[in-house]
């Protein structure tokens, strides 16, 4: 082989050379490349007739001896020659032919549910369908354009168009899909109570038994096996009657991979129950407010419950509100840690009991009898008041029952358990009621203070009295008279005013009082409104004989001077204002009808000065 000479392989003109070199080359007889060819791109080494619509109809193009796997280059056709030879006859010749390859036209895959038999088909445009169970290599399975087989498990088989016992060709995947069966518990029996007319079945309530993970399947019921296995006629699942049939077809289905199954359950009436007249009483406190509604961890009723029963035994205890449900064993009280009755005070609640294994039911009944007791109700006044070395008695009041009584000071220390206690000292106090069922109020808080009389003292007391009227202030506050809380009057205890301010109070003396609000006790003093009098007649009759010095007391003042002057200035007397005033005389004789003027200066206890000047009348 020489590269670049091109030469006839087979036929008459085995070994001739047509072409020597490239595109650019020559032919000794005759040749027919297309557009630049050969390049001998690749190493291509074989002439082939150039694809349709490529180039020169009919030319040639150089390719490897297959071609590419697909498109224009690789082979497409090939030329016969008649004649031509020495000897051989002039031919006129006019033929064609048809080249047809078998192949599969169509390949139906099958599913079944759960290992069996199953049915695939296939159909080839040309000879028959050979089956394997390889996707190369083997021998065939079967022969036919239908297949059954037996499989356990998903298999895929291949089909080929096979003609005159060729079996080279392309092989078509079939698959042969076997869904999974859910595993169900079948032909058990189930036993649920008879309510005394007729037994109900809630059916879907036993779906844990007929399979695990239930609530990952679909689950119906039906009268006849042929109705499950078809899916048709479904049953009310929550109210089926024994009476109705005893037993049930069931049909469980899945999702995915997953198709279904169809069981029996037996149905059947109990005849057991628990104890006759059996009834499990709980109490509970009432929460918050009075109204009969309070929270029960029904886990007791549970335990009682079960101790009733035959020993390791794998029973359960559900509790419903109505009868019905319970037979029905739907609408369970879920929170039993946690259950607030419906109604108030007193409510029933009826039992189920079970058998986990099997589901059958135990018993129904009446069988918890819940009872709300009320807090203890009571109150206590918010504060309480005592006099001083005295004390005060607490007692509760506005009660429904009778309580014990637990009293604790402000440091939470325990003082008493009477019905009532007796206080003397001022503070926070706390009181807790306990009922004879045993059930506790919310502690009540009071407040005790103690309370005495005021004590009136002169700094505690302020006159003003320049005017021709005085006023008399009281200044009591942060409790300076006192602990208590007081009023006060003047000169009548009866006549009380809550503030102690006095205005328009005439010249002389007055009593002041302070009462104590509570009852514990008063004080009084005697208090001066300053003033002079108006007018003197000193003719010894005994009235107005001199000139008095009004609301002076030796509580309040402690010295003083007391100067009389005529028209014209002259000092006519100078007294003692806390012993005496004038008597109208200068120098042993009577002075003469006239206005006269005074001029009085007084020291009170605190050291205050006070001066008060006017004038009044001697009269005849």
């Known amino acids: 082989m020489i590269e670049g000479v091109w030469r006839w392989a087979t036929g008459p003109e085995a070994g001739t050379v047509f072409w020597n070199g490239t595109q650019n080359g020559s032919s000794p007889n005759f040749a027919f490349w297309n557009t630049n060819e050969p390049n001998n791109l690749n190493d291509e080494d074989y002439a082939h007739i150039t694809a349709p619509g490529v180039g020169i109809t009919g030319s040639w193009n150089d390719l490897s001896i297959t071609g590419d796997p697909t498109g224009d280059y690789q082979p497409k056709g090939y030329i016969v020659e008649y004649g031509g030879m020495p000897g051989d006859p002039i031919l006129t010749l006019s033929a064609s032919t048809k080249i047809t390859t078998p192949k599969i036209l169509t390949a139906n895959p099958a599913v079944i549910c759960g290992a069996g038999t199953i049915t695939l088909s296939a159909e080839s445009t040309l000879g028959e369908v050979v089956w394997f169970d390889e996707p190369t290599g083997g021998i065939p399975v079967a022969t036919g354009n239908v297949f059954t087989t037996d499989i356990t498990t998903s298999t895929t088989f291949y089909a080929i168009a096979s003609y005159n016992g060729c079996l080279n060709g392309e092989r078509i995947p079939v698959e042969a899909q076997v869904q999974i069966k859910p595993q169900v518990n079948s032909d058990f029996k189930v036993v649920n109570c008879s309510s005394g007319q007729e037994v109900l079945f809630n059916l879907s309530q036993y779906n844990d038994l007929i399979i695990a993970d239930s609530n990952s399947y679909t689950i119906t019921f039906h009268l006849s096996e042929n109705d499950a296995e078809n899916n048709t006629n479904p049953l009310d699942d929550q109210m089926f009657s024994i009476s109705t049939a005893d037993e049930v077809f069931f049909r469980v289905e899945g999702t995915g991979d997953f198709c279904h199954s169809v069981g029996r359950i037996f149905l059947e009436e109990s005849t057991t129950s628990l104890p006759a007249n059996y009834v499990f009483e ?43 449900d319970a037979y029905l064993s739907r609408n369970a009280i879920s929170q039993i840690d946690n259950y607030t009755n419906v109604t108030p005070f007193e409510e029933t609640l009826f039992v189920r009991v079970e058998d986990n294994t099997s589901g059958t039911c135990f018993g129904v009944g009446p069988n918890v009898w819940l009872s709300v007791n009320p807090i203890p109700s009571f109150a206590v006044e918010e504060d309480y008041i005592y006099c001083t070395e005295a004390s005060v008695l607490v007692e509760p009041f506005a009660t429904n029952g009778d309580y014990a009584y637990e009293w604790f000071n402000e440091e939470g220390q325990l003082i008493g358990t009477a019905t009532r206690i007796r206080i003397s000292q001022q503070g926070i106090y706390s009181v807790i009621a306990t009922s004879q069922s045993g059930c506790v109020a919310e502690r009540k808080s009071f407040q005790v203070t103690e309370s005495g009389p005021p004590t009136l003292l002169p700094q505690f007391i302020q006159v003003e009295d320049d005017g021709e009227m005085g006023t008399i202030i009281v200044n009591h506050q942060d409790g300076q008279l006192g602990l208590g809380a007081y009023v006060f009057a003047l000169d009548d205890p009866n006549n009380v005013q809550e503030e102690g301010v006095f205005t328009n109070v005439a010249p002389g003396l007055h009593t002041l009082y302070a009462l104590d609000l509570n009852g514990c006790g008063f004080d009084e003093i005697r208090i001066g409104v300053i003033g002079v009098s108006k007018f003197i007649t000193p003719n010894n009759d005994g009235i107005n004989d001199t000139v008095r010095i009004l609301g002076v007391t030796t509580e309040f003042y402690e010295q003083g001077v007391f100067n009389v002057f005529d028209r014209y200035g002259r000092l006519l007397a100078q007294t003692d204002p806390l012993v005496d005033g004038w008597d109208g005389f200068f120098n042993g004789r009577p002075m003469p009808p006239s206005d006269y003027w005074y001029a009085l200066e007084l020291r009170d206890v605190n050291g205050k000065v006070h001066l008060k000047k006017g004038h009044f009348t001697l009269k005849q």
């Open 282 to 324: 709980q109490q509970e406190c009432d929460e918050g407010e009075i109204d009969g509604i309070t929270s029960f961890d029904l886990q007791e009723a549970v335990n009682a419950i079960l101790s009733e029963l035959p020993m390791n035994q794998n029973m359960s205890v559900s509790f419903y509100v109505s009868e019905d």
